[in-house]
């Protein structure tokens, strides 16, 4: 018998938050306890110390050294959130999940020691208001956010864990407070009461937004689309973690939709500020509710194709794209929207598999970033081939954004430049913009032919 993954996904709406004694949702307004949160992030000795702030859309607040962001999520009774970090390796996409509508955990921090070369955690900046406020996602969510200070002993790399960690365990922590505070449903009673024990007694208010991806059924008269996910698996800030695990060595691999949107996929991602997929958009994947949203209404959504970018030779490249164009031909696809992570190198991989998927019949649509110069007048992809004839841009990286001075500042006096004081006013290009130019949809961003 078929046992296909099936997701309720339970959101809970925030539109204020506060900080306060004790963590927990009354109405739509969380409380966030900052001895709470810090408690559980010092017991990690890496950190030497954190501030717990609140920063809400339309505040004069300004976040700088950011990092990761993380929607606050919790399956109570069926299993951990984020496996491979909070939890063991079991498959997540299925049951029951809550997620706090409106809320991330963002860690702002510097690293203990230097860097050299490419791979270096970069500046990525939050404007919580004024002209800047458009260009990142997470100015239009309340953020929690850790500013972190360094054990100065260790090294970046096992910094890097430990406030990666830190931002999971926060999350889990906020919204398995959120949920114990809820009122509880009445008890279903006869055929309905022969759901499981775990969920019965965890069953929050029924009037909570509830979406359901479940994509077991198909309308065999709707074209199938597959979604080709690239993931960033360059090296140490630079790297996406799959069940706890990084992505270097991942062939083109199927992972059910249900697992990137229940936590599977889980981000470490300093190195480009502009274009990082932060897990809070791995969770959101705006792609993925997209595809579900339309599931037998215009199509059939057929699967998710993970991939890594950053493939260094040019036979790996090759093998990995029609590695992804033969998933695609098995899940019997008629078409496939990709996207990308990164720029420059994973670019090749995302075209190359966009060619091959053309050859095998299959329509492609792929979503990219830009790099026209800052005339706007170079050629705005790095690497692009015949077959790429339904590209949506998502923005240019080189746009430079006044930013003006802000009245509170959150993760340091001067950016990670060493000068620049971190208030302003001072001008910015759009690459250290936290998620400026998301290749996955997520920011207000376009580019047009005319």
Known sequence: MRRPLRLEVRSIPIEDLRLGRTTSVSGRTLTVSPREIADMVLEDARIADVKVAAACPGEDVRIVHCLDAVEPRTKPGEGAVFPGFLGGMDTVGSGLTFRMDGVSVLVSSRFPGPFSGLLQAREAVVDMSGP????????????????????????????????????????????????????TAPTATGPEAAGSASRAASNPSAALDTTVFDFSDSDPGLPNVVYFYQLQGQGSMADTYLYGRTIHNLVPTLIHPNEVIDGAIVSGVHVYALYKNPTYMHQNNPIIWELRARHGQSLNFAGVIINRGHNYTQEDKERSSQWAAKLARMLDADGAVLTAEGGGNSAIDLMLACRYMEQAGIRTVV?????????????????????????????????????PEAGRV???????????????????KMYYQYCGVNQLGGNVLAGRAF
């Not at 407070?177 to 009122?183: D, G």
């Not at 790099?371 to 692009?384: E, I, R």
Request: charged share 25%.
């Open 410 to 428: 959150i993760g340091g006096g001067r950016l990670l430049d060493g000068e620049t004081p971190s208030r302003g006013p001072f001008d910015l």
């Open 132 to 183: 800047a406020a458009v260009y990142s996602p997470m100015s239009r969510v309340r953020n929690v956010v850790l500013a972190c200070t360094p054990n100065p002993d260790i090294e970046n790399d096992d910094y890097d864990d430990a406030v990666r960690r830190a931002a999971l365990r926060a999350a889990h922590h906020i919204a398995e407070q959120a949920v114990r505070s809820l009122p």
């Open 367 to 403: 979503l990219s970033g830009e790099g026209p110069g800052a005339d706007g007048y170079g050629f705005p992809l790095f690497y692009t081939v015949p077959e790429a004839d339904a590209v949506v841009s998502v923005g240019s990286e080189d746009e430079v954004v006044s930013m």
